[in-house]
């Protein structure tokens, strides 16, 4: 059964960086389509940056320009660097691995996120 741990959630002021980690483990992390999405309270899941296998990365509007996906296949995770953060990207973040091949996506426990002055 896939495991993904996310950290490196907390509060940050308007204008503030944060990075969050996901370890990926018993799973062939390589062949994995890496994600990251977030969930604000009364709010439905929403996309916010994936991380093909083959090196491809996407990212939804609002995180376009402040928000970078990478990821260590050696280490098995997945990075998401957030700068410039607004109130409006208070929500919990949650990892995301999808087979590349196909099949069913894996999620983590999720992190909060909390930008406030």
């Known amino acids: 059964q896939v495991q993904l741990v996310e950290s490196g959630g907390g509060l940050v002021q308007p204008g503030g960086s944060l990075r969050l980690s996901c370890a990926a483990s018993?799973?062939?992390?390589?062949?994995?389509?890496m994600g990251w999405y977030r969930q604000a309270p009364g709010k439905q899941r929403e996309l916010v940056a994936t991380?093909?296998?083959?090196?491809?990365?996407s990212y939804a509007d609002s995180a376009k320009g402040r928000f970078t996906i990478s990821r260590d296949n050696a280490k098995n995770t997945v990075y998401l660097q957030m700068n410039s953060l607004k109130p409006e990207d208070t929500a919990v973040y949650y990892c995301?691995?999808?087979?590349?091949?196909?099949?069913?996506?894996?999620w983590g426990q999720g992190t909060q996120v909390t930008v406030s002055s």
């Open positions: 018993r799973i062939i992390f390589s062949t994995y389509v």
């Open positions: 995301n691995a999808r087979p590349s091949y196909g099949g069913s996506p894996s």
């Open positions: 991380f093909t296998s083959g090196g491809r990365t």
